[in-house]
């Protein structure tokens, strides 16, 4: 297990377990469980759909695997949650916050095409 104590820890920002075509319509940002994370390194696997991390094997001194799937996740579904880096703080330091969004609470279930 990682202890609580790390500051930063990557995390799969998503809990859709629908496929590619289904997330695309109705979210802009969900995982599309394209694979491309269990491809780069095996702290990835797929559980219905979705990437689990082994947080066993997770080493939060060996980022460099992880930064390779941060790098390849097309729908940037694969990041740090935490303390942000000084390299983070410098790069957002002029941006404005957005304002609130708000969920229109679409779901896979009312786009889907039933058969049968
Ligand atoms: S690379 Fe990104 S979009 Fe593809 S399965 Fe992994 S988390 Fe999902």
Not at 43 to 55: A, E, G, R, V
Request: glycine residues 6%.
């Amino acid at each position: 297990m990682v202890p609580f104590k790390v500051e930063r820890m990557v995390v799969v920002a998503c809990s859709n377990h629908d496929f590619g075509k289904q997330v695309r319509a109705v979210c802009k940002v969900g995982c599309i469980g394209c694979r491309a994370c269990t491809k780069v390194t095996d702290l990835f696997t797929m559980l219905d759909n979705l990437p689990q991390i082994d947080y066993g094997k997770y080493d939060p001194q060996s980022m460099e695997p992880l930064e390779a799937v941060i790098a390849k996740c097309p729908m940037k579904r694969v990041l740090f949650i935490g303390r942000p880096s000084p390299k983070d703080v410098v790069a957002v330091a002029g941006e404005k916050v957005p304002g609130v969004v708000r969920d229109t609470f679409d779901s896979t279930v009312d786009k889907a095409d039933w058969h049968g």
